[in-house]
């Protein structure tokens, strides 16, 4: 059975440190996506990434990155230098096959508080 | 500028009636999603649709149907509402290259 695993409930940090959200799945099949999404106070999603099951490279978009391990089905999500506005809570999500089915399974989300 | 919305941002009904969620895309979307977001579960799949008239269960339909009639609208029904359907509903529609669009949720109450 697909699942999504974010072990952290919450995580509080203080401005510019650093911070890792983990992400584990799991799933039987070889293709699959994977995403991470932002829920501000709004409470709108917002989407963040996706990455193939493919597509092992690491990557960077300004103070995010992202870290795909198919070695241990991991998908974890870095905030450099933590600002304020960081604070949401972060859902990651597994997809599977091939085409634009849009559904998605998720974690149980990880609330980060980044205090000034 | 892509849009979801959702009819009532918050939402106030009792145990027994028959409650309306409504959500508009205005992106031509095929595909068509309701989730319910509950603390420590995540989002979890009610019902999904891949074209008008068309129709699937996701993993928690029991309590709900839906209805679409037209590409834009999805509606989502609870046909006699329960004190455990209070939840956060959120609509969602799919481009694929982006991770889909969601709206910005129902805050549903069911006293």
């Known amino acids: 059975a697909q699942k999504v695993t974010q072990a952290q409930t919450e995580i509080s940090v203080v401005e510019k440190e650093d911070v890792t959200l983990d992400c584990v799945y799991e799933?039987?099949?070889?293709?699959?996506?994977l995403f991470w999404y932002k829920q501000p106070p709004s409470g709108e999603l917002v989407f963040l990434i996706r990455r193939n099951s493919f597509d092992e490279q690491n990557e960077i978009s300004g103070r995010y990155s992202w870290n795909f391990q198919k070695s241990t089905s991991s998908f974890n999500f870095t905030i450099t230098a933590s600002q304020v506005v960081d604070s949401a809570v972060y859902f990651c999500?597994?997809?599977?096959?091939?085409?634009?089915?849009?559904?998605?399974?998720f974690g149980q989300g990880t609330t980060l508080q980044v205090k000034p | 500028d892509v849009k979801v919305t959702q009819s009532s941002r918050y939402l106030v009904k009792r145990t027994g009636e028959k409650v309306f969620l409504e959500c508009v895309q205005d992106m031509d979307h095929e595909n068509m999603f309701w989730y319910r977001q509950d603390p420590g579960l995540g989002l979890r799949l009610i019902y999904f649709?891949?074209?008008?008239?068309?129709?699937e269960k996701g993993d928690i339909p029991e309590g709900y149907s839906v209805s679409r009639e037209k590409k834009e609208r999805f509606s989502l029904i609870l046909e006699s509402a329960s004190t455990n359907q209070t939840s956060m509903y959120l609509c969602?529609?799919?481009?694929?290259?982006?991770?889909?669009?969601f709206g910005p949720g129902t805050r549903l109450t069911v006293l």
């Open positions: 799933t039987r099949d070889t293709t699959y996506y």
């Open positions: 999500a597994l997809s599977e096959g091939y085409g634009n089915t849009g559904k998605l399974i």
């Open positions: 649709s891949y074209d008008v008239k068309m129709k």
């Open positions: 969602a529609s799919s481009l694929w290259s982006r991770g889909g669009f």
